[in-house]
């Protein structure tokens, strides 16, 4: 049996990009060029693997060739084909936008490697086909991101890294005691092997509930889910926008995937109990984001707190397990990876720019940059859910979903949170752009054309995601069988035996 | 002897607890390190404690010892040992920089950033 490769390369070449930019040593013009080469490379790959992927199915690769169970496997279905397509989409224009705004320093301590490996971790954490492997690759991008949270030493980045480090260390640790009761049921750690085992298995699976709750605690620590979002708004606030951009954009979501993964494979016996709670979590943090975003004018926090509704709507769809909110909630999350790190770019392109946070002492900036006003604008729609932008296809789905399942409740309090995303997001634009100029508003000469260039290319990922979005409804569908439809992910194994 | 292990990490987590709830902050990097020493020892109980078998499946061995959760505590400490030292090394520039390590005084946004 021949190994396929092709799932592995997205793991491989960040990995070896980051180890041969750390012998290359302090020098960031090569840095800069070996990271932007790999990530283009990343894009190059994943878009064929998605064409791959839905011609032959998913693909699996079996490390060093032990089978199925016992050695670990890569699965990369067509979920993680289209979270890794995004992930190097990301990737690739942060990469181009640091090269203006990171600052030489931090280029020169090493940022470039930081960034690829916490990559590599990423991509791993989507491509595994073993929960074991998963927390591993968890570790390998928080240690990165841990790197990334600190890189600088501004006071700011030290305080709330040490918290950042304390939370998702406890959380970790958490995490193997999940695991450690989870192997101790089933005896296993690959996950389709788990999801076959426990569907066959007949007696009583209450303990499973416990493990459930576990994984909750652990994964809405990483996800910034309702209790434990605490963390979430000082860390991310803390360190230079491109570094935002990629925590906000992909970190959250790998808490998010593994909650879809897990609670579609694992935790079937008692959707009741599990999944209700999943529900609730979820619109709590609706609630607490639209709380936030209305409450701050700090354009950072504003849209870091649209991160948690966001993430909040994501859940809702997830935790109806069903075709339409499986689609629904897939693409939304894909969505608003790509609308969340654009957002992110625009806001630093304006930070940069006036030297402000608080979108109340600028104003009147659509004079001298109708381009990136308009552009925000879009990205704020989009955000929203404006039709024919991509946001409004996952919540029509997810809504739907929710009012099939009689979650009346759910689907009304997801339909207010987008009016909620669309003023918080309206209050910045207005302020930022259209009201008189604030007295001392003085715009910093900044090299910016390769800032724009990310930010607008960001944007109109999202716009060309949300045109086609007829065209790639039988890929969403493909990718959300694996979600309502357990079984489908765990056939590889079928087929090995 | 599995609950003599089971009572011993509940031990340990427990204590973990206590110093990751205070303020000092290397307190709560040694708080962290015996938690994940109480982590990894529930981890091999989870095997369940056998011992005189060998650890290698054969058609010829009727009981054997799971070797697995041994691999994956070698993991786990690998990890644990290189967070360890990655917060040290916060902890002195968190204290060079803020001049403090107690988690009271790490609140809100420092004057002068």
Redesign the interface.
Known sequence: MATNILPMLPIILPFFAGVIMLFMGKRPIPHRIVSAITSALMVGISAYSIYYVYKNGAMVTFISNWSAPFGISVVYDMVAALLVLTTSIILFFTVVYSFQSIGYEREKYYYYPMVMFMITGIIGAFTTGDI?NMF?FF?VFL?AS??LI?LG????Q??E???Y??VN??SS?FF??G???L??ITGS?NMADIQIKLSNYDGNLAVMTLVAVVFIFVFATKAGLFPLYFWMPGSYNAPPIPIIALFGALLTKVGIYAIARTFSLFFQHDVGYTHQVLLLLALLTIIVGCIGALAYTDMKMVIIYNIMIAVGVIVVGFAMMDEVGSIGAMYYLIHDMIIKGALFLLVGFIIYRTGKNNSEDIGGLINSHPVVGWTFFIAALSLAGVPPLPGFYGKLFIVESAFLNDHVIAAIIVLLSSLIVLFSIMKLFINVFFREPREGLELRDIKSDKLLFSAVGLVVVSIVFGLSADFLYPVFEMAAESFFDPSSYSNYLMEVE | MELVTIILSGILIASATYLILSKSVLRIIIGISILSHGVHLMILTMGQLKRGNVPVLDDSVSTYTDPLPQALILTAIVISFALTSFSLILLLRNYKELGTDNTEDMKGVPHGD
Do not use: P
Not at chain 1, 153 to 156: A, C, E, H, L
């Open positions: 074991f591993v570790e240690l841990y790197v600190t030493n501004r006071k700011i030290l305080q890294g040490f918290k480090f304390v260390v406890v640790n193997l005691i695991l450690a009761y192997y101790s750690l």
